[in-house]
């Protein structure tokens, strides 16, 4: 009798054991959140961080993510980072202070959900971005894998906020991560993520700020 073994069954998906999809990721600045990614944030991408609420350390997920590729475009061509209908009003200062320079983020506050899909889709397909940060509720999934597409052709990264009643939705996106609030952390429950299987990780939000000061 002939042993069968996975490595003869065509078409058969490994998991863990296949070659990352990304051709590359970006460490997010949290070791934990990291071996959790399998490196970091994946490149190019479309990220949906699902949270109902602000100001929770959601933002300073980003930064690794913003730093890391602003230092690369200062090799090539300057590229911007979009942001979408954010809920609040960004800060210079704040910006300064983690290392990301103001001029290279423009900020558009955008009314229609329709206007702000084809807007993120044209910035994202641009290649002029380095990254596009949006504020939206419901997506149906045709309009979602267009804006995959668009930030893998365009070599980017799309980061969609949405409520976490998206949850129970299927979504196309290459990582989905929902945030709760802890006390004196931030719970990510790792939905999906493209080769990797689903996890929670915890951590603190301030531990960016030393990653930011040890990467001056």
């Known amino acids: ?40 944030w994946p490149l190019p991408s479309l990220i949906e961080l699902l949270c109902d609420d602000h100001g929770i350390g959601e933002l300073r997920l980003l930064v690794g993510l913003l730093r890391t590729a602003q230092g690369a475009s200062a090799l090539t061509a300057p590229k911007i980072v979009l942001w979408l209908s954010p809920p609040f ?24 959900p329709a206007d702000l899909q084809w807007a993120m889709t044209q910035a994202l397909r641009s290649g002029a971005c380095l990254a596009v940060i949006a504020w939206t509720r419901h997506l149906k999934p045709a309009a979602l894998r267009t804006l995959k597409l668009a930030a893998m052709t365009g070599r980017s990264v799309g980061v969609l906020f949405r409520p976490t009643s998206e949850t129970r939705l299927a979504s196309p996106a290459t990582l989905r991560i929902a945030l709760r609030p802890q006390v004196d952390e931030l719970e990510l429950a ?11 990780v915890r951590i603190a939000p301030s531990d960016v700020d030393r990653v930011t000061r040890e990467a001056r």
């Open 89 to 112: 009003e960004l800060h210079a200062i704040a910006l300064t202070q983690y290392g990301l320079a103001p001029n290279d983020h423009w900020v558009c506050s955008i009314s229609q």
């Open 190 to 200: 790792i939905l999906k993520m493209q080769g990797r299987r689903p996890s929670i």
């Open 1 to 40: 009798m002939n042993t069968v073994t996975l490595a003869d069954i065509p078409l058969l998906w490994r998991a863990e054991s296949l070659a990352p999809v990304q051709s590359q990721c970006v460490s997010t600045g949290y070791q934990p959140l990291d071996r959790a990614l399998g490196g970091g």
